[in-house]
């Protein structure tokens, strides 16, 4: 999950326009958010349902989706809420969920801190690597471009594509009616079957009975943001981001790719493989042989030659 809302920040940083070099790409307007709540479908390697909403200074998120992962098939419900001061997100199966510090407006204010050169340098850092991660992936090389508009459930977006990923955003607001890639042989697709120029105030309520870890510590997210920002920005990181294209370029990468059936035949077996099961028989074999071993040991103790 962490690789994966690492890849969603470096696609929504790296989606945005040549102009975000003098603009500041963390200042979103978390305050004035359009009021709507969209009903949602889930298709690929993962199926069910979900609706998000929004209103005024927050957005919230509920979700049911089924997937098989390593030969197993589990089932998550999962509840999210973003103010412009805290992140909430909750695993309504386990009863377990976390608050943490919006770090946007921190992140905000260590990119204005920035000089021009720094802020160029983010842009060009963060183009490189969201290229780096998604070539590490089934799809093209990174590659940000238009492909059209779509009506979906009654509304028109906008599609972008980037590699292997496809958003498709409502031009009103910020609003994802349709999203879809493929990553570590998974495989999604997200598609709004409704949209309501609506609140769904019931969505900002926590979920009863969820046991809380939090991490609220405002000043050391200030600093944790501080510290995150000038590394993206730093000259260190161009320079180790370049060697390591430089490297790649000698070695020849890309070259001898899987084809797409190939790719087909890796994921599928993984997708079969029962982790938990090869992991046991693994243990019980290796008992066994313990088992032998001792037994073996112990009878060459009683039984003497004459």
Do not use: H
Not at 199 to 226: C, M, N, Q, Y
Not at 243 to 267: L, N, V
């Amino acid at each position: 999950m962490r690789r994966a809302a690492s890849l969603a920040v470096l696609l929504a940083l790296a989606a945005a326009p040549a102009a975000a070099a003098q603009s500041n790409p963390f200042k979103l307007p978390i305050r004035s958010l359009p009021a709507y709540t969209v009903e949602y479908s889930y298709g690929g390697d993962m199926t069910g349902s979900g609706r998000s909403t929004s209103g005024g200074d927050k957005m919230a998120s509920r979700s049911t989706m089924t997937g098989k992962f390593f030969g197993k098939s589990a089932t998550t419900t999962s509840w999210s809420l973003t103010d412009p001061e805290v992140i909430w997100n909750a695993d309504l199966d386990k009863k377990k969920g976390t608050k943490m510090v919006n770090p946007l407006p921190s992140m905000a204010k260590a990119y204005d801190e920035l000089d021009g050169a720094g802020k160029a340098r983010f842009q060009e850092n963060i183009q490189s690597m969201a290229a780096f991660v998604t070539r590490a992936l089934p799809g093209t090389p990174f590659e940000g471009k238009s492909a059209g508009t779509k009506t979906i459930a009654g509304e028109t977006c906008t599609v972008k594509q980037f590699g292997a990923f496809t958003f498709c955003t409502m031009d009103k607001a910020p609003v994802a009616l349709y999203s879809a890639g493929s990553m570590l042989c998974v495989n999604f697709e997200q598609t709004a079957t409704s949209v309501t120029r609506t609140t769904d105030a019931t969505l900002f309520e926590p979920p009863a009975g969820i046991k809380w870890t939090e991490d609220l510590d405002r000043v050391r997210a200030d600093s944790s943001a501080r510290a995150w920002i000038q590394q993206l920005a730093s000259k260190e990181l161009a320079d180790s981001l370049a060697a390591a294209k430089t490297k790649a370029k000698e070695a020849g990468a890309g070259e001898g790719e899987m084809t797409p059936e190939q790719q087909k035949q890796m994921c599928d077996a993984l997708k079969n493989f029962d982790l938990g099961k090869a992991m046991s028989n693994a243990f019980k074999n290796a008992m066994a042989d313990a088992g032998k071993n001792a037994l073996k040991s112990g009878l060459r103790g009683l039984i003497k030659r004459p």
